[in-house]
């Protein structure tokens, strides 16, 4: 109960009860944040990009679990330790076996989608990827843009990212830049 009931003031056990475990929190804490950083040395900073929806999960789920050994035990600092180093190991394989086969890279990553093309809105896009006009505006401020004729292309990434490529000039995006988008 947070109020006493009897002069109604605050009840500072509610505060102070779990004292006696903040060495062992602290501990935990300095513990996993250190692992963390020797993980992040062995297997790379690619580990915490977001340059896939994997990366991104695994970032997401490396942080879960810092939290969640850190701060209440469960899962124990060994287990959070070792699921964490999982992680990191299966992040790396991942990346591996991308890097290696244009097969397991087309099977884990999604591809960039095209949502504008030389200023005009590609709307079964925006539907297939359930990004709302609404949305698709405000990237365009972001960007910066003033005109829609200065619009070359708008991309979803991989991550979720939106992409604006503008300029004022009459200047297409090289080949190569737009070369895993998908137009449709």
Do not use: C, Q
Request: hydrophobic share 45%; net charge neutral.
């Amino acid at each position: 109960m947070y109020f006493n009931k009897k002069n109604m003031g605050i009840n500072w056990d509610h505060f102070t009860k779990d004292l006696d475990s903040m060495p062992e929190v602290i501990l935990g804490t300095v513990t996993i944040y250190a692992l963390i950083i020797l993980y992040t040395r062995i297997f790379g900073l690619k580990s915490f990009s977001k340059m896939t929806g994997f990366d991104f999960l695994n970032t997401v789920a490396i942080g879960n679990l810092l939290a969640m050994s850190a701060a209440t035990s469960s899962p124990s600092l060994f287990v959070g330790a070792l699921l964490i180093g999982i992680f990191y190991l299966f992040n790396y394989l991942i990346t591996w076996f991308s890097f290696n086969s244009k097969t397991v890279e087309e099977v884990i990553d999604n591809s960039p989608m095209l949502l504008m093309r030389n200023g005009k809105v590609l709307y079964k896009n925006l539907e297939k990827t359930k990004v709302t006009e609404n949305e698709l505006r405000g990237k365009l401020r972001e960007a910066n843009v003033l005109r829609l004729s200065e619009v070359r292309a708008v991309i979803l990434e991989t991550t979720g990212d939106v992409s604006v490529i503008h300029t004022s000039e009459n200047k297409e995006p090289e080949d190569y830049i737009m070369e895993d988008v998908r137009r449709s």
